[in-house]
């Protein structure tokens, strides 16, 4: 099932609205995510940042794949298997976790914050590298 589009991605920043995201942005958020991990730019640290400034598909290439296999490929049921009771579709108001509105927010203030303090230590690393200490 694919989420909302208008409550998927990022939408702000420290509290700011972002706006229309712009290729500055997402070179600027690529390069946060390669000083984080103490590398240069690369293609997949673009594709990462564009996916979480769009709110893009979060799936991993391979289960992608899985996915975009017709269902009687990807379904082959054990023969004499029963089966087991489907789980109730969220609401409206909660994603495919079962979290509401405001549980997914907290978590995406806490996951930016996360970055916020990974990114400033790789900062501090690398001031502490340059001044030679």
Known sequence: ?????????????????????????????????????????TRN??????????????MDPKQAFIESASEDERWGPVPGSTGHQAKESPSEEEDEDGRSESAQLVEEGVSEAGHEQMLQAAIAEKEKELSGG
């Open 1 to 41: 099932m694919n989420k909302n589009p208008l409550t998927k991605g990022m939408i702000e920043e420290n509290s700011a609205g972002i706006g229309e995201v712009s290729g500055e942005m997402v070179e600027d958020r690529a390069k946060e995510i390669a000083l984080i991990a103490g590398h240069p730019v």
């Open 45 to 58: 640290d673009t594709e990462q940042a564009l996916r979480e400034l769009t709110g893009g598909d979060e």
